[in-house]
């Protein structure tokens, strides 16, 4: 069972993000100073919360929960080292969550530099704003963490490998996202050769120059954590996780990998109905009665401004030859962008010949809630029309989606 969502990940990085979001909606109204160390405090409770919350869940069930590393012995046998000793489990199914953690390159020095874990953790270890960061790595972690450190003050630096940051995301979208970001250095095509100590601070080494920082952070990517015993049960994996099919089964008919582990779709909501697809999948007698969509889970990029999206994006429609079309709304023209004085991006829905929605994205205000009614119409196979004769309430951003609507209906 994995733990990141809540030790390291979703939950304590958008209680600071947060935090700073409104800092930068409020400091238009006049000068005034935000203690770091307060955000900090604030996330290290929100995180006990959630644990207090997670444990009485589990009690409720009747769950026991063993502190330990499992070793799968057969398809049927689990070993658990608890440390002071192993113990044996039988079972008719099991579960594989064992997640995903923090990909550290063979780079030398890279034990000088942070990770993801020494900003977002209990009582971390980086609990001030550094001066200046150099961040490896221009993933959505690297991203996310630069776009708010530069609006506390930061000198943020991101050293991106490939040709552009957020390499995994439409490249048309992406361009669309740059320009509203926070001020940060961005070097694409730069290679890191090794790091080194600089009298008190930290030197990058690049093929292409050098950058000298009070701190450097690694967020070059994660890799799933596979369980002892899979060669041995002949599962099937890669280096992106375990092979699993839309049921979450593996090749294994009784054996279920859910989450980052199998690499299919690396969020914690997604991993939450996978989860539910092998139980239902599992009481079902391992006859595949519920699939998982991954088209139809959301993704949020909690940058400031954020960008979200879902399904078939209009690049990759064209890749897949289905003939579409977009409805976008102007975040210009929203009032509630107005009110938070963040007037800029947008929402766009890709639909096709049959006026079903298929895809859409949207950047800048609460784009990470306006996603889901964008996925649900994805999951549930609706059209324009059922955005057009929506209602959405006033003034609130969701207004954005029929309206696009209604430009074609």
């Known amino acids: ?75 049927n046998i689990v070993e658990v080292d608890t440390g002071t000793g192993t113990e044996r489990y039988r079972a008719e199914n099991i579960i594989i969550g064992t ?9 030398n020095g890279s034990e000088l530099t942070v990770t993801s874990h020494d900003f977002y953790s209990m009582n971390p270890k980086i ?9 490896i790595g221009g993933g ?24 552009r940051i957020l390499e995994s995301m439409e490249t048309d979208i992406i361009d669309k996202l740059i320009p509203l970001l926070p001020n940060m250095d961005v070097k694409t095509s730069s290679e890191v050769k090794s790091i080194e100590k600089y009298n008190d601070k930290l030197k990058v080494i690049l093929n292409d120059g050098e950058i000298i920082s009070d701190v450097v952070m690694m967020a070059a990517g994660r890799h799933p954590v596979l369980p002892e015993g899979l060669d041995d049960l002949g599962i099937k994996y890669t280096k992106h996780g375990i092979n699993v099919n839309m049921s979450m089964q593996t090749n294994v008919k009784n054996i ?4 980052d582990v199998n690499g299919i779709t690396p969020l914690f909501h997604a991993a939450k109905r996978q989860s539910i697809v ?23 990029l909690y940058t400031i401004p954020q960008l979200a999206y879902v399904g078939i994006l209009p690049a990759q429609a064209e890749k897949l030859g289905i003939e579409h079309h977009e409805a976008v709304y102007d975040m210009k023209k929203d009032s509630l962008a107005e009110i938070n004085n963040e007037i800029y991006g947008e929402i766009c829905l890709v639909f096709d010949n049959r006026m ?8 800048g205000n609460d784009a ?42």
């Open 1 to 75: 069972m994995s733990r990141n969502c809540l030790s390291e990940g979703c939950v304590p990085s958008k209680a600071i993000i947060e935090s700073v979001h409104k800092y930068s909606i409020l400091k238009n109204l006049g000068e005034f100073n935000i203690d770091y160390k307060k955000i900090i405090e604030h996330k290290d409770k929100v995180q006990k919360l959630r644990y207090d919350d997670h444990a009485r869940e589990l009690n409720d069930a009747g769950l026991k929960i063993l502190k330990g590393t499992a070793k799968l012995i057969d398809d």
């Open 99 to 107: 997640g995903a953690d923090t990909f550290i390159p063979k780079i």
């Open 127 to 135: 609990n001030y704003v550094p001066r200046d960061i150099t961040i």
């Open 140 to 163: 959505y972690i690297g991203v996310e963490t630069g776009s708010f450190l530069s609006i506390l003050g930061s000198k943020v630096t991101i050293i991106e490998m490939l040709d």
């Open 256 to 259: 279920y990998a859910t989450g």
């Open 278 to 300: 092998a139980a239902n999948n599992i009481m079902a007698g391992n006859v595949p009665v519920d699939y998982f969509d991954p088209l139809a889970v959301p993704f949020t």
């Open 356 to 363: 079903k929605i298929i895809g859409g994205y949207v950047i």
């Open 368 to 409: 990470g809630n306006i996603i889901n009614e964008i996925a649900l119409c994805v999951s549930k196979g609706l059209g324009l029309r059922d955005l057009a004769e929506m209602s959405h309430q006033h003034p609130m951003s969701f207004e954005g989606l029929d309206s696009a609507a209604r430009k074609f209906y």
